[in-house]
């Protein structure tokens, strides 16, 4: 009895190694107990036994996954250190050294991924580890994962890098706005485990990036999934916290993980940094994609129809479709195994709901190459992208005759749509123009028959206004629109331009200018109607400012500009009392009276800040306190109300909020905070300050953490 004891073969403990495992699958960064490993790629584990192993044990590593494992639905894996491969896993014994072995285990590359549990058997005994669990995630440093990415410094940027930017305002002026991924912080990965769980992909599906990413676009918009955010674009947030009250995604996420419920409020920036969060913490390569002038709804149809009234000023009311100053969605890097070769690389997906995609609100993932050689019946969701980066924008001018209202036709463009298509740059901060990925060049023969191409998979559509009044019309229906429209050309040559002649401050006039050109030599008498409002970021108009009217004479060629001002008065009640942030929308008309020739010009502006200033060391050492303040002087004309400055550094302190009431024209405000650092490398901090009359100014500033 007592010698069979002594021959018994037990485990009595097992050593994740967890710093050399973590730092060679660079996992080192996620904040949590649990061992952390890509697929792919082997990891080592020392396992501590009773006694010596001899010849004629059984040892065996159990890893698995999901509620009840079974080998025979491959969600238990058995692997055996002489029976080298299991499933597409691999095991060997390294070194045995007396009680130790030290193992060396290598899932397949196609490993699906999520939380396995080990379990080490020895004859008739089991050992289950404390904390025994092991997060396998996807590999971009592995040859053959489908996300494999061969670049360094990209896979620096769209997997490691927890900071980033996202590209918001106009295509006529864009900004940078900071946003804190996050990816590695407390309960961001368990979020992202929870969410795979939550998504019921089989255990086939686990496997492959593009199940994956289609399963998250989904469960990051709260639509029929109680997912992680709700969308709300009512400019009331009383029951939640507003769109651009968010810097990063890390609050929202933990927020979400510990309550299990929706989180309040989200719009798409929003959306597009938390789906990037999810994708890079789970080893997928993933970027934020910012598109400016974006189409909505256009009902594949590629033409969103913009209703103006007899001043110039844009119609809410009658647009079933809309064009977005700016829209953000992602694009996450895999090879497609589902479609035909030459579709891998960038795909994008959306999770901001706005179309259901076989019954729910998701989004791709859509081949990038595929909305840019207009194959768009290729899965998923390739026709929605693509109208949302190539539609036409058709201005119609609703007038009164005889009591009932008629559409007139006054402009068309071609090229006006999905523009400056933008993301940060590699290791750098600043943006990078990337639309040639997504489209040809405008007029090219490429484009043309990327076009033909589009249009032969997708409705075509008669000219005809589609508005809920309109519809009710007849006889426009016969003249349908060319296969490929082209830029009108009118026969004076007239050309509109919308500028600023001064910086546009809250609480200072706003001064702007149209300038009316004219090519063609001749005496020639225009027509202007200008209209300034204020409208969302979706298209959607709060306020209508001021109009101009003007009938001017020239002589070609040549060009002249009519002011068009607007006092502070007409436009402070609205900026104060709006929850979003408003951009200032500027439509031009201009028609010669001697041909009839007509064009319609927009263009979206955006308000001037004063800035935020940092001011910290360039470098800190690891643990060692350093200050940190926030300056930031009042230099517009107006009392900032209720100010809230919102600062979070990652790696150095949590998410912290300064109430600052009311700030007055002139006045400074200081804010400091002690900062501990935690981790080394670049660190940055992000700052962003909010007030009634101003909806966000952001600034980040890096320092440099070394031991």
């Known amino acids: ?93 390294v070194e ?11 899932s397949a590359p196609n490993a699906p991924v999520g939380i396995y549990n080990l379990q080490v058997k020895t004859g008739s005994n089991i050992y289950k580890p404390e904390n025994g669990v092991v997060y396998l995630l996807f590999n971009p440093w592995c040859e053959d994962d489908v996300v494999y990415m061969s670049n360094d410094a990209e896979k620096e940027e769209y997997v490691l890098n927890d900071t980033g930017t996202i590209y918001v305002g106009s295509a006529y002026s864009i900004y940078d706005r900071p946003w804190n991924f996050g990816q590695f912080e407390e309960f961001v990965l368990d979020a992202c485990m929870y969410l795979l769980d939550k998504s019921k992909l089989s255990l086939d599906q686990r496997r492959d990036p593009a199940h994956v990413s289609r399963a998250m676009s989904a469960l990051v918009n709260a639509n029929d999934d109680s997912g992680v955010l709700l969308g709300n674009w009512s400019g009331n947030y009383v029951s939640g916290t507003s769109p651009m009250d968010w810097i990063g995604s890390v609050t929202i996420l933990q927020k979400y993980y510990k309550t299990k419920k929706p989180v309040r409020y989200g719009q798409c920036w929003v ?30 149809n590629l033409r969103v129809d913009v209703y103006l009234n007899e001043k110039g ?46 019954g729910r609100f998701q989004c791709g993932p859509c081949p990038v190459k595929a909305v840019r050689e207009g194959d768009v019946y290729l899965p998923y969701d390739a026709k929605f992208v693509y109208a949302e980066v190539n539609a036409d924008r058709v201005y119609w001018v609703v007038k009164k005759v005889n009591g009932k209202d008629k559409y007139f036709k006054v402009g068309t463009e071609t090229q006006a749509i999905g523009k400056n298509i933008s993301t940060k740059a590699v290791g750098q901060n600043r943006r990078v123009d990337i639309t040639k990925e997504y489209k040809y060049p405008e007029g090219s023969k490429q484009e043309r028959m990327s076009m033909q191409r589009a249009y032969s998979f997708l409705r075509p559509s008669g000219l005809m206004p589609r508005s809920g009044y309109a519809s009710t019309m007849r006889g426009m229906g016969a003249n349908t629109e060319p296969l490929v429209p082209k830029e009108p050309v009118t026969k004076t040559g007239l050309h509109l331009e919308i500028t600023n002649t001064e910086p546009l401050h809250p609480g200072n006039p706003l001064e702007m200018a149209i300038t009316v050109k004219i090519s063609a030599p001749g005496n020639w008498t225009v027509e202007l109607i200008g209209s300034c409002q204020l409208q969302y970021y979706t298209g959607d108009v709060q306020a209508n400012l001021g109009t101009v009217k003007e009938i001017i004479t020239l002589e070609g060629p040549s060009e002249m500009q009519i002011p068009l001002k607007i006092a502070p008065d007409a436009y402070m009640k609205t900026l104060s009392s709006v929850e979003d942030e408003v951009l200032i929308l500027v439509t031009a008309i201009a028609e010669v009276k001697e041909t009839n020739d007509k064009l319609t010009k927009e263009t979206s502006m955006r308000f001037q800040y004063p800035p935020i200033t940092v001011q910290m060391p360039e470098t800190a050492t690891l643990y060692n306190d350093f200050n940190c303040a926030f300056i930031f002087k009042n230099k517009l004309n107006v009392t900032l109300e209720n100010c809230k400055l919102l600062v979070e550094g990652l790696g150095i302190f949590k998410m912290t909020t300064f109430e600052l009431g009311d700030i007055m024209p002139g006045r400074i405000m200081k804010s400091e905070i002690v900062c501990t650092p935690t981790r080394l490398g670049e660190k940055k901090i992000v700052a962003k300050l909010i007030s009634n009359q101003i909806k966000g100014i952001s600034t980040e500033k890096a320092i440099f953490i070394t031991e």
């Open 271 to 300: 959306f597009a940094g938390v789906l990037n969060t999810v994708m890079r913490c789970l080893g997928v390569p993933c970027r934020c994609v910012s598109t400016f002038d974006s189409a909505h709804d256009t009902e594949e």
């Open 1 to 93: 009895m007592f010698s069979n004891t002594e021959s018994s073969l037990k485990v009595t403990g097992v050593d994740f190694l967890k710093s050399q495992n973590t730092r060679q699958h660079h996992t080192d960064g996620y904040n949590i107990q649990s061992l952390v490993v890509r697929r792919g790629q082997p990891f080592q584990v020392q396992v501590s036994l009773s006694r010596e192993l001899r010849a004629a044990d059984k040892l065996t590593l159990r890893f698995g996954i999901g509620e009840s494992p079974m080998k025979n639905r491959g969600s238990l894996l058995s692997l055996k250190p002489e029976r080298e491969d299991f499933n597409g896993w691999k095991i060997s014994m």
């Open 313 to 358: 000023e844009k119609l809410n009311s009658l647009s079933f479709d809309s064009v977005w100053n700016f829209h953000v969605w992602n694009d996450a890097w895999m090879k497609r195994t589902d479609i035909p070769d030459g579709f891998s690389g960038w795909q994008a997906i959306d999770s901001t709901p706005q179309e259901q995609s076989q």
């Open 96 to 106: 045995r050294k007396g009680k130790e072995c030290l193992l060396s285990i290598t």
